[in-house]
């Protein structure tokens, strides 16, 4: 497996664009599967979740044209397989995202339960309940998720808990019912925004998208389109923090600040300077040390749970005491373990961390556990005495394109040492 090899003490320099987000990238590839005709996908990410994904529609017979600038094409009018099967679920839970969709437009599905996940058990009930509620006949079988419905019914759904992939799979499916269904307490995240624009480029009708109450009027067929993702706000934010942590000055390019606005909050209450154009946002922490700062993550728009992993990394370096809640997620904090190892000063509380700032980290060899905890460990590596050795860093190639050339043009001292 591969590792990252980080020399710390570089602040970070210069310029860099932001990939497409992987977050809305995953479930508009699953929307595909709605269309009568091909959906071509644009600034698409070149990362692991994608690949798997594009092997998931490709085992089931769906057509796939990729070109060099990684735009997708996707024709699902040769699919042959309603069927997701574990050894690709098991690797990215969010192939669940097919459910919907393929219940919709085929009228059946068989897709493998995604099993657990280093940070939570996160299960999938919400999706199922929501699906039985538009008159889906589902039962659990083998590991394995079979539903059948001839057509699905519209309904209000009420969601016990916001859920990203819940409110997607639940809106894709919801498309193409008899009626209009009404989504409740749904998901407010841009990602969630960015599908419904794809849906409603393909001839959907929704309206709320973004809100907490989103409305799906039942057509009878969606259509083929061109829709290009939006930018990836984790990947921008993380770069941000990056630039904060090491006491540099970066521009992030092609991003939508207005999706950061409780990150960049936070950079500034840490003591940052931030400036924002229309897309661009530009951190300046030049020679300057972090203060600590309290974080509680929520659901958008409020402080995001995939950003709690990277601003542990910067309060740990940071002026003084701060607490950090991780109220999404029942056991994010596998990077405080790694962090102490670096010399991090951080007491667990429940889902509570508490940290106080040490002026430096020293480096030393740390595992990666999961996505964003990777992330705050290559963090963490910027900032620390000496070099720091990352493994396990297939979680990283999950979610950040290019990572270590794009630090590397930041200035950072980062290669990677095949295994
Ligand atoms: C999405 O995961 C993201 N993944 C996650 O990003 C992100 O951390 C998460 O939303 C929260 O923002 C994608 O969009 C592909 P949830 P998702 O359903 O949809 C519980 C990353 O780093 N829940 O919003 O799986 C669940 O256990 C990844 O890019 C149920 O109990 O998250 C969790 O505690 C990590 N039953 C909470 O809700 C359900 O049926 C929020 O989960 C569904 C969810």
Redesign the pocket.
């Known amino acids: 497996m591969d590792k990252l090899l980080i020399t710390g003490g570089i602040p970070l320099e210069g310029e860099i664009r932001i990939s497409g987000a992987?977050?809305a990238a995953?479930p508009i590839l699953a929307a595909t599967l709605l269309a009568d005709g091909p959906v071509k996908v644009g600034n698409i990410p070149h990362l692991q979740d994608i690949t798997t994904t594009m092997e998931l529609l490709g085992r089931m017979g769906v057509e796939l044209v990729v070109d060099e600038r990684m735009n997708i094409e996707v024709d699902c009018s040769t699919i042959r397989e309603l069927f997701a099967p574990y050894e690709l679920v098991k690797s990215m839970?969010?192939s669940i995202l097919v459910l919907g969709p393929m219940l919709a437009r085929f009228g059946e599905a068989v897709v493998s339960l995604p099993g657990g996940c280093a940070?939570?058990?996160?299960?999938?009930?919400?999706?199922i309940e929501g699906l039985v509620k538009m008159g889906a006949d589902v039962h659990v079988e083998g590991g394995y998720i079979h539903a059948k419905a001839r057509r699905l019914k519209a309904t209000r759904l009420v969601m016990d808990?916001?859920?990203?992939?819940?409110t997607e799979n639940l809106m894709m499916a919801a498309t193409l019912a008899e009626g209009t269904t009404v989504i409740e307490n749904a998901?407010r995240?841009p990602?969630v925004v960015d599908l419904a624009n794809c849906l409603n480029a393909m001839g959907a009708k929704i309206n709320g998208a973004g809100s907490n109450t989103i409305a799906v009027e039942g057509v009878d067929g969606l259509s083929g389109t061109h829709y290009d993702v939006l930018p990836d706000r984790?990947e921008s934010g993380t770069y941000l923090a990056a630039a904060a942590i090491t006491g540099g000055h970066v521009r992030i390019k092609d991003t939508q600040p207005r999706m950061l606005e409780a990150v960049i909050e936070k950079l500034r209450e840490a003591g940052a300077r931030v400036e924002v154009g229309d897309r661009w946002i530009d951190l300046d922490m030049k020679g300057c040390r972090p203060r600590a700062i309290n974080i509680r993550t929520s659901?958008y728009p409020a402080f995001?749970?995939?950003m709690q992993a990277q601003f542990t990394t910067l309060n740990v370096v940071a002026e003084g005491a701060a607490t950090i809640s991780e109220t999404?997620?029942?056991n994010r904090f596998m990077h405080v373990h790694e962090l102490r190892r670096m010399g991090a000063d951080i007491q667990l509380e429940g889902n509570t961390a508490v940290t106080r700032g040490v002026e430096r980290l020293t480096a030393a060899p740390v595992m990666a556990t999961d996505?964003?905890a990777s992330a705050s460990l290559v963090l963490a590596g910027l900032v620390a005495e000496g070099d720091t050795v990352v493994e396990r860093i297939y979680h990283i190639d999950r979610?950040y394109e290019s990572i270590e050339e794009k630090l590397a043009k930041l200035g950072a001292r980062i290669r990677r040492v095949p295994a």
Do not use: M, Q, W
């Not at 940070?119 to 999706?127: D, E």
């Open positions: 992987k977050n995953l839970r969010a940070i939570g058990s996160r299960p999938v009930n919400l999706h808990l916001v859920t990203v992939t819940g998901a995240e990602e984790i659901p995001p749970t995939d999404v997620f029942e996505l964003r979610g």
